[in-house]
């Protein structure tokens, strides 16, 4: 008899679904922001993506264990909202892996000397197979490979807080003040930080129950967020803002980032924990991400859970990412950007709106609901339309741009 899946593995999958685009996105997209700010901006942000997912288990409580944001978007709010939702999970999800693809490329090719793009498709090749596989399997890689992220972020990060210098930590070189303008820019990278809400049908019928999803949620976030301000408080500590200019120039690329984070940090044993801590970071998130619009896709699609069922929905999955990825790379904190604010309608709005149609039911108040009441689903949908805002006014170039 299997034993129950542990909060613990089911907080893991939450949590590496998050930290590779937060950990690698999160230090240039927060550079004009700078710590007071940025540490806000993650800290608001997360609490409104838990509640979120709340909403969404909230709304899939009245289905069957195995379906996810097509089938019950479709019922509750319509064809027309649920195809446009289900093109912006697709949307999220590809850039998402997309990004991942580009950067891991980009690492490999400067670790082991090979081509970034056949390093790419090695890195889908082999490790899309633990998605293939089995959630169990993601499970268990992905403990694994928190447990190494730790490892490598404690020794890395202790490595470079060890040497944090206050006055670059707070800036105080600079003479102005202005730094909140640069956090409304900041948000759609901090939304896609704590985009796990395609892996919510995932973790509901992983555990059969709401309640215990609810908490592996929880537990994921808050993982999340604490290897965040730890490694951003690091980061800030060390590397001055104003040398942040070549990091921002690149598109946020990951390699770049370490690069200048490597002219600063004394010790080469920090800057290799460092170097690994941010391959794994990109690798439990590809992972994660992965089984997230793996599981969307057989759904949308009806594809059986059998071998054949399942390399149709690996294929849809992984290849037109990794296409684009070998045809158009670019920034990975600008492919973020994007994410982000897609992802502000099937993390935000939509699931505000299931929740409001799922209480609307005979049986609504009846088992799990997402805490706040009415002011909460109006908080989050808010949250979500002024991150998609601000993104658009920063792509306009109407928002305050730190260029280093």
């Not at 439990?284 to 991400?289: E, R």
Request: charged letters at 10%.
């Amino acid at each position: 008899m299997k034993g129950s899946p542990s909060l613990l593995g089911g907080s893991c999958i939450i949590a590496s679904v998050c930290v590779g685009a937060g950990m690698l996105g999160l230090p240039s997209a927060g550079a004009g922001a700078w710590t007071t700010w940025s540490v806000i901006a993650i800290t608001l942000t997360m609490a409104i993506m838990t509640i979120s997912g709340w909403m969404l288990l909230e709304a899939f409580k009245h289905y069957d264990l195995k379906v996810s944001f097509n089938t019950v978007t479709k019922d509750m709010l319509g064809s027309g909202v649920n195809n446009f939702n289900n093109l912006t999970v697709y949307f999220v999800g590809g850039i998402l892996l997309y990004a991942y693809i580009t950067s891991s490329g980009l690492i490999l090719e400067g670790l082991l000397g090979i081509n970034s793009k056949i390093a790419s498709i090695l890195f889908v090749l082999v490790f899309s197979t633990f998605v293939w596989h089995s959630t169990r399997a993601v499970d268990r890689i992905s403990v694994v490979l928190i447990a190494f992220m730790i490892f490598t972020f404690v020794f890395g990060v202790s490595g470079m807080a060890s040497n944090i210098d206050l006055g670059v930590l707070f800036d105080t070189a600079n003479k102005q003040n202005s730094y909140a303008p640069y956090a409304m820019a900041m948000l759609p990278v901090a939304l896609t930080s704590f985009g796990y809400h395609h892996s919510v049908s995932s973790m509901r019928a992983y555990y059969g129950e709401e309640r215990r999803a609810k908490y592996a949620i929880l537990g994921g976030t808050v993982i999340a967020l604490t290897l965040y301000l730890l490694w951003m408080v690091s980061i800030y500590g060390n590397l001055p803002r104003n040398q942040f200019g070549p990091v921002i120039e690149q598109g946020g690329n990951v390699d770049v980032l370490l690069s200048a984070l490597g002219s600063v940090i004394a010790s080469d044993n920090v800057a290799n924990a460092i170097n690994s801590f941010s391959m794994a970071a990109l690798l439990s998130s590809f992972i994660g991400v992965g089984l997230g619009v793996f599981d969307f896709i057989a759904d949308l699609f009806r594809f059986d859970d059998t071998k054949q069922g399942r390399t149709k929905s690996w294929a849809v999955t992984f290849f037109p990412p990794l296409i684009m990825s070998l045809l158009f790379p670019f920034g990975f904190v600008i492919a973020i950007g994007y994410a982000g604010a897609a992802a502000t309608v099937w993390a935000c709005i939509v699931p505000a709106m299931l929740a409001y149609k799922s209480r609307a039911r005979k049986d609504g108040h009846e088992g799990f609901m997402a805490p706040g009441g009415t002011v909460m689903l109006v908080a989050v949908i808010a949250f979500g339309v002024l991150t998609a805002i601000f993104h658009i006014l920063s792509m306009l170039g109407m928002l305050p741009a730190f260029l280093g």
